[in-house]
């Protein structure tokens, strides 16, 4: 089965309002809105395309596992310790909501934020190796 799935293309995250995630995705974390109309928005960041779809209020894409946790289902990267500091330092002063930098017991450090929704993503600071190959 190796190689049948080559990439996550599409992310759905619900939102309940388009006009105003789509702003947030692109002010706060510098997505391209590539299209927008009252039902979704397609943000493109990470090299994936977001879709924001209009959803019932509440709704939300993290889960709670089984010790009772709210989780996330998403995770960026970024390249290093220094870049997930200044990123997070960044997020801080545009208000974005940030849970502190944590060491999670395997390599690199993470920490989490979320969207107006209540989405919440996970940022840790070390590549995929498949990522680093690739970019080489």
């Known amino acids: 089965m190796s190689g049948k799935l080559l990439r996550v ?9 388009v006009a105003r995630s789509a702003g947030w995705y692109a002010d706060q974390l510098g997505a391209e809105v590539s299209y927008r109309d009252e039902d979704k928005a397609i ?18 894409s ?5 010790h009772g946790e709210e989780r996330f ?6 390249d290093g310790f220094d870049a997930l500091e200044a990123l ?10 940030i849970g ?8 690199g450090r993470n920490f989490v ?16 190796p498949v990522y680093v190959r690739s970019s080489v």
């Not at 997070?88 to 909501?97: L, P, T, V």
């Not at 502190?100 to 390599?107: K, L, P, Q, V």
Request: charged residues 25%; hydrophobic residues 40%; without cysteine.
């Open 9 to 17: 293309g599409t992310v759905y995250i619900p939102v309940t309002d």
């Open 43 to 60: 943000v493109n960041l990470a090299g994936i395309s977001f879709f924001l779809v209009k959803a019932a209020e509440g709704e939300h």
């Open 62 to 66: 993290n889960f709670v596992d089984r």
């Open 73 to 78: 289902s998403l995770t960026f990267e970024v």
């Open 88 to 97: 997070h330092a960044e997020f801080s002063d545009q208000g974005i909501r």
């Open 100 to 107: 502190d930098i944590e060491d999670r017991g395997h390599a």
């Open 113 to 128: 934020f979320a969207d107006p929704d209540g989405n919440r993503f996970d940022v840790w600071s070390e590549l995929s």
